[in-house]
């Protein structure tokens, strides 16, 4: 058989994208790993839960994008069968076409269908394009900013918590309602088109970083302060019932050893034992 002609190979490759855009969900799988996963941690939680849509064993296209190996700048090769390709394209068109069964039953999930709640670069491009435009006429009517419909965008409300809520529960699905769904308005959208707002701006630090800071801060004063104490209490030096003389009350002695012991331990070393001696030692006194 001849090989198809490049009209031919085209015709496939728009028909794909009309099943499942691949560009658009590598856009969205990006925002998934950068964007949700990232809010998901700083709410406290770990990974999305696997019914969640955006999971990656519910992602359709995760078993081709990892079937990719790059040559070089021009050439793209399939792992699953060792053929090279000049272009990612047409790679994406022998997935498709030779390998559909290395997708899995259970991922059913076309990520490219969630960049209007993703924000995904060429949708947004898309919106910020001048009306009438090619990028803007692939928008659906109730999308553009100049023709938005609230009643739509209430619908992809409702879809979009509906999908964050089999993402996940509590504080963090609050946090991805925030960022993701409470968005879906033409308000913010027309903010969005005319570049009043950033589509991803950068995340606001989480105050448990702070706290786990404070406490670290505190435990290593206290280890500090508790350090100080135990040293001020090795040189202390007991005084009580001294005599300039060197001698006791009672004429004991044994004074000048407990001094002698005292003193070495404050001063240390051999040259604290000299100099204790030149202190302590006296020469008995004569007999009267």
């Excluded at 078993?63 to 047409?90: D, I, P, Y």
């Excluded at 609230?150 to 964050?164: E, I, S, V, W, Y």
Aim: one cysteine or more; glycine letters at 8%.
């Amino acid at each position: 058989d001849r090989a198809p002609s490049m009209s031919a190979q085209a015709s496939k490759l728009r028909e794909e994208d009309a099943q499942c855009s691949r560009p658009a969900s590598r856009e969205a799988r990006t925002l998934v790993v950068t964007r949700v996963l990232e809010i998901v941690r700083a709410a406290g939680g770990s990974e999305l839960a696997p019914s969640c849509s955006l999971h990656p064993r519910r992602d359709r296209l995760a078993a081709h994008e990892a079937a990719k190996r790059r040559l070089n700048m021009q050439h793209w090769k399939c792992s699953l069968c060792g053929k090279a390709f000049g272009t990612e394209r047409h790679l994406d068109l022998h997935l498709h076409r030779k390998h559909a069964d290395a997708v899995t039953s259970e991922a059913t999930a076309c990520l490219g269908d969630y960049c209007d709640v993703l924000r995904c670069p060429s949708w947004v491009a898309r919106i910020r394009a001048p009306a009438g435009s090619e990028p803007a006429s692939m928008l659906e009517e109730g999308e553009r900013p100049h023709s938005c419909s609230d009643t739509h965008l209430a619908r992809r409300r409702d879809q979009c918590r509906a999908l964050m809520h089999a993402c996940a529960f509590g504080p963090v699905f609050a946090e991805l309602d925030a960022e993701f769904c409470d968005k879906l308005t033409c308000e913010y959208r027309r903010s969005l088109a005319s570049g009043e707002v950033l589509a991803h701006p950068a995340p606001a630090p989480s105050h448990f970083g702070y706290w786990i800071m404070a406490g670290l801060i505190f435990i290593a004063l206290a280890v500090g302060c508790c350090c100080l104490c135990l040293m001020g209490e090795e040189d202390e030096v007991d005084y009580s019932g001294s005599r300039l003389d060197g001698e006791d009350e009672t004429g004991d002695d044994s004074y000048d050893g407990r001094r002698y012991a005292q003193v070495v331990r404050g001063r240390g070393g051999a040259a604290g034992s000299a100099a204790a001696r030149q202190r302590i030692y006296m020469p008995p006194r004569p007999a009267e």
